[in-house]
């Protein structure tokens, strides 16, 4: 697809390198899904395969399975489709969703394109019934109904059938855009899997993408909005000509700390897809070239930098990645040599040490289990060593929809235990980003713990701060008032960005949680920064409606 028409040769979206004519890559990683859960799954009856093909037929499922059908699906010598996801989730007893929602992004972010899912829905956009439902479906959106996930993923389903879909007044695909990513900033887990994979599909729709370009560029140059990763990231999925402009525009000049965060991460998207031209190339090279830190421990920033200058084309960055491999710190080095933040032989010990625990407190299965599954260790050297945020989010989602998931956050809560006095900054900074995804509720402390504990590094503590936001679980009013104490206080004697930063992810925190009562306090609470002040305000603001549907 091509974005607005220039002078010059207009970017290309390019697919990866695939396996097989018609594959996308992360085919074993579906295979994987369906294998682990129903290997390590609570019905000891369906890990036989004889049992389980008995079983397939069923639900929304209408023929028979076999054996040998089921293993290669598991194996990826045929890949799964939608009703195959869509039967195992019903088989297994696992939330509708769970599993194709994770499958969904996986095809999205390997396969590089926006549009219609790659897990067909089998839609004949000539059933009127289909066109029924997509009517009914954005009466729903366009009015004060609630939208859950699912609601989402059916119409953005229906929509990408139906690409010369008109809408009267025209202004109502701003609305649609805008009503889905106002729910998508300010929801997590699967509710947001659903979400995150419906504004793809509006990227890809002729009369959906400018507006949900310009909705995205506005919330990111807004200096009050208080979720601006999330949007410019989002730009990674077309090559559309002003989508690059506007992330061009927050590296050149970052309209805050957060929007540059998520420039890179679209930058390090859209290069690999060479959404770029040449000359936009080399205003990224001098931008990345510019952030890398000349010693450890970089930021999420210079992390995103390096992996922007590794992935990039060798005629465009080869003298500047030349020139940064002796004048960098460590991380950046390990990163441009290897594409981890670590070395091969520091991230191999630590994986070692977490597979060993997942293994421990796995329940012993002749047929599964870490011992005999390749795919795990890729994942958790994925989610802890990647410098690519979008991978280790992946990779996170992808262990959080098997049996795998409290083995692995209760494997990684532990090397946190230890972290302030044993590990690097971008490792603990990579554990904590994790367990969003992995942890438990009985895990939430310990994050709570790096948010104002003496003596660590404000890289630790800001990642704590905006990550408690998705951990399970709630804080009670003591650790708040706590938390805020001690980074308002440090504030008043410093005024330090890093104080400002933690009060802002603290805030983010309450505002995910919808803790109006203690918002309201920090709104007017004059011993706080003005931005904190304002960021509580931002949250107070949301629409009822669009908290409600968030949830859901």
Known sequence: MRGTAV???????????????????????????????????????LTSLTAFAAAFHGGCWPGPASPSQVSRWETAAVPAGFGVLRRYEQLLDLAPGRLTAIADWAYRKASALPGPPVLSRGLDPADPRVYDRTEQLLEQALSAGLMAGRDWDELTACLATFPGAFMYPRTAWAELGERLLAELLVTDGLAWLFRVEAITRLLAHPRARPPVIAACASLAADP??????????????????????????????????????????????????????????????????????????????????????????????????????????????????????????????????????????????????????????????DLLFSPNQNKRLLAGQLIAATPYRDPVGAALAAELVTAPAGQAVPLTTALLAAMPSVGRPADRPIVERFTHAPGLAALITDAAAWHLAHVPGRSDRRFWHTAIGVHRNRWQRTRSQASISALRGLTYSLGIGQDDDLLRAIRTDSRLPGSVRTAAAWWLNIPERIHASAAR
Not at 19 to 27: F, K
Not at 344 to 353: F, K, N, Q, V
């Open 224 to 381: 009050a909005c208080q979720v601006v990763i999330e949007p410019l990231a989002i730009l990674d999925h077309t090559a559309d000509y002003n989508a690059s402009v506007h992330v061009l525009a927050q590296l050149a000049n970052p309209s805050s700390d957060r929007a540059l965060r998520g420039a890179l991460l679209a930058a390090v998207e859209k290069t690999f897809r060479r959404h770029f031209r040449p000359a936009q190339l080399r205003a990224i090279a001098a931008a990345a070239a510019g952030l890398l830190p000349t010693a450890d421990p970089p930021g999420e920033a210079g992390i995103l930098a390096a992996e922007l200058l590794r992935q990039a084309p060798l005629r465009q960055f080869s003298s500047a990645r030349d020139r940064l491999r002796s004048g960098t710190g460590s991380t950046a080095q390990a990163i441009l040599a290897y594409g981890q933040t670590t070395s091969p032989e520091g991230s191999a010990a630590i994986l070692s040490r977490v597979l060993a625990a997942v293994a421990a407190a796995m329940p012993a299965s002749p047929r599964a289990g870490p011992d005999s599954d390749p795919m795990l260790p890729r994942l958790v050297g």
């Open 7 to 45: 002078a010059g040769r207009p970017p290309r979206q390019v697919r990866p390198r695939q396996q097989r004519p018609g594959w996308h890559g992360c085919e074993d990683q579906i295979a994987w899904l369906l294998r682990a859960n129903r290997l390590l799954g609570d019905d000891e009856k």
